[in-house]
């Protein structure tokens, strides 16, 4: 079977029915999708399948021949950071990073779908997605900045909204 | 200064992004074995019979180990200070939580990993289980541990932390009102992202190369030394990526194991947990039973508290006894009680062993004494924001060991809560601080309490 990852097309020699997950990370040793739970359960294997967000842990290889997949690596490098990169970034959206790169994909999508930086729908669109470092709110600023379209300094750290008190209200 | 108040951007956030951080599960050794652990299906059993003969005779399984492998078999992170180990690395004649793990088989895929374990052959006499710490702490409990059901090693030879303040007989007959009440926090699972997971690589100069996500680099280095018996400079741990661990990764859950795997097949090997094995078989927080009574007059001073703890270590000790000392070193949380009576136990119960997890032993003690304190507070009327700051630690405080403190911070925290909150406090309380106590905050009973904050 031939599988397109972020536009290169690859012959795997795999049984059909082996997650599209073990595919990528195994076969052709693209590692930013992760295995949290192998269940469906955790969404940090997410990977864009013809731009739609779906958890490759659960999809067996064969449904996405033909299809175009899009994994972290592909929506920017170190050296052009896609917008939602760059906020993840800027807002110190990233803790431990390995919930990161399935977020970062669900954001992707939710913005190119025309998603606001309305918190509730941020909330929606991220629900399947769980973290355990950061508490989600610096997420859902990273997105919610990237859905409006800011520009984002990346030699400095933006300033949380629950970081005022401490710093005397300096925000 | 150009980092201290400074908002930089983090080092890592690039490699976060991009996907580029490797992870262990992310490094690829060419020729690796796939680990899997034969884990105890009871809570407490012995065991009667094993033989991994089968196993061992599969094609494509390159090893198995038990605890026949296991040059040290007992050692803990604490033996390093003397303190005596209590846990097999593999289970020998007796298990002692669900998931212990007693065997372990390296083979040419996980999935042939999961049939050699399958295929060994092992038998079970269940034992009665104990789920309830303080059930546990019964003298009629059945017994689950070789030193009885709770941690005897205190101080070399104490069954118990123990802390003795000033005269409590004294508080407790000169008290207006004794307010009692228990607490029980349950246990919690760290749930990192990332299951734990080592890869373990043979090198031509005879060292092991181990990748490792733990959280306590050298501990797990002493650990697996020591279990191995070989010297520290056998082993070359890669770390500081780790996907998650607040906590659940200070044991050493899978590096000594796979170490040991390598050395029998001469192969790289990994080993990663399922999402089901991170649930069912790591540690956890633990679960806590905390017993207060306090001596207060009615005008809201704390003369005296009496506490029982019992932290619930799960079948093994591991870090519990310390976790327990720190413990016993704040139980009275943010607040200055000058007559204590403190005993706290590390009881055994049949339960996951229990670790560190994010203020190991504090948080308990944080539970338990604000619950307390607002139950206090209601049985008084007392204005429970009033009681609080009227207790809290001023500079020069001692600690329930005796220790002064430098810094304490609970009024000013106490006064940015009522502000956040609209609690309205009155003007002798608005202006209050940290500054040592004197007038009518330093009352006959507390003047003993203040200690010298010189030499900090």
Known sequence: MNLTVNGVEHHVDGGGLTPLLDVLRD???????????HQGGCGSCTVLVDGEPRRSCLMPAAYAEGTQITTVEGIGSPDDLSPVQQAFVHHYAAQCGFCTSGMMLAAHAYIAGGGT?????????????????????????????????????LTTTAVGKYTTMATGGAA | MKVVGARIPRYDGVAHVTGRTTYVDDVRVPGTLWAKALRSPHHHAAITSMDTAKAEAMPGVHAVITWKDVPLLEYGHLSALGIPADEPLLAKDEVRYLGQPIALVAAETEELAAHAVDAIDIAYEERPALFDVRQAFDDESPKIHNWGNWYPHFEGEMDRRQIRKGDIDWAFENADLIVQGTYRPAAIEHAPIETQVCQVVP?????LTIYSCTQALYFSLGVIAAHLQQPLNKFKIVG??????????????????????????NRPVKWRWTREEEFLCSSTRAPWHMELATAMTKDGWILGQKMLT??????????SPYGLTKHSFHHTGAYSIPNLHFDGYVVFTNRTP???????????????VETHMSRVAKELGIDPVEIRMKNANRIGDTSPNGVAYTDPSTIDTLKAIADATGHELPADYRTMTNEPRDGELLPEHLVAQVGSTEGH
């Open chain 2, 354 to 368: 229990t670790t560190a997890m994010r203020g190991f032993g504090v948080t308990s003690v944080s539970f338990a």
């Open chain 2, 240 to 265: 500081g990526t780790t996907g998650g661990g607040f906590g659940g990764k200070v044991d050493t859950a899978t590096e000594t194991m796979t170490c040991l795997l390598v050395l029998k097949a």
């Open chain 2, 203 to 207: 090198e031509p100069n005879g060292r």
């Open chain 1, 27 to 37: 076969e052709l040793g693209i590692t930013g999708p992760k295995a949290g739970c």
């Open chain 1, 117 to 153: 930086d309305d918190h509730e729908a941020i909330q929606e669109a991220l629900g399947g997605h769980v973290c355990r470092c950061t508490g989600y709110s610096k997420i859902i600023d990273a997105v919610a900045a990237a859905a409006r379209g800011d520009d984002f300094d």
């Open chain 2, 310 to 319: 019992l932290h619930d270590a799960g079948a093994y000790a591991r870090f």
